[in-house]
């Protein structure tokens, strides 16, 4: 009987904590009631935020962006510079150290970024609070990269020619020595030694033939070229920033779940009162 008595007792308790339970759990009806009866503080909420994001949207500063191509120089098929290099030199030669200053900095150079598949081509951005403020910053960076690159590349390709130029004197050397010593062989042809000399030089010959060649493919205008521009600035009419459409379309959202919180929030606070 005692087991019975207490098997009985503990069922009015699990009815009270299934009966609590269920006074706590709101219903999505119950969610829409508490938000209709407070819609307008929803609605404030929203009007508020979509107001401050219009005064930020009219106060911010319009700004347009111009992007160019350029295509990095290269001598027998290498390229002049490494194009995450050059990338690097140009963002750290455009950007002033100062943080607070580099984000005020305006035309600037936003960004340098060479192609995935050809690391010798890059696409320059640029800056600026007009169209043809940005075009004629970049236009600027570009003309001054080109005439550094210029003279790298034209040190090195005067090296090459230079090799180039001695290579073709010791040829010109060598076979009119070997000619000579070939006039002198006809007169003596048992001589062993000549004959082995005369061979020697001619596998020279023939190698610095080839030194030559290569040399000159190398320098051809497929294997050798300066850095040029392949696509000229051009901007954008549309702005890059501010995003006024999608800033607006946040703040609206913001301002709505803003609004629902804070109606939830003083339900609950009257709740507590009670």
Request: some cysteine.
């Amino acid at each position: 009987m005692p087991i019975e008595d207490n098997a009985g007792a503990g069922q009015p308790q699990r009815a009270n904590a299934a009966y609590t339970i269920s006074e706590d759990e709101i219903s999505l009806r119950d969610l829409w009631e508490i938000i209709a009866k407070r819609k307008w503080l929803v609605f404030l909420s929203t009007v508020v935020c979509l107001g401050l994001a219009a005064a930020y949207v009219s106060l911010a500063p319009t700004i347009y962006e111009s992007t160019a191509v350029v295509q990095i120089g290269k001598v027998a098929g290498q390229p002049v510079d490494n194009g995450l290099q050059l990338a690097s030199r140009l963002m750290n030669q455009y950007t002033p150290v100062n943080t607070e200053e580099a984000q005020k900095q305006m035309p600037k150079l936003y960004a340098v970024t060479p192609d995935k598949a050809d690391g010798s081509i890059l696409t320059l951005e640029a800056r600026g609070r007009s169209p043809q403020e940005a075009q004629q910053y970049l236009q600027g960076v570009i003309q001054r990269l080109l005439a550094e690159d210029q003279q790298r590349y034209q040190q090195i390709v005067g090296t090459r020619q230079a090799q180039l130029t001695r290579l073709q004197a010791q040829y010109q050397r060598m076979r009119t020595s070997l000619n000579a010593k070939s006039g002198k062989g006809q007169a003596d042809s048992t001589s062993t030694l000549l004959l082995l000399e005369q061979s020697r030089r001619t596998d020279a010959l023939t190698n610095i033939q080839a030194a030559i060649a290569n040399m000159e493919n190398a320098l051809a205008p497929n294997n050798t070229s300066p850095t040029v521009q392949t696509l000229s600035p051009r901007y954008d009419p549309i702005p890059v920033a501010p995003k006024r459409g999608l800033i607006l379309v946040l703040a609206g959202l913001g301002g709505l779940m803003l609004g629902v919180f804070l109606a939830l929030l003083q339900n609950a606070f009257r709740k507590q009162q009670a």
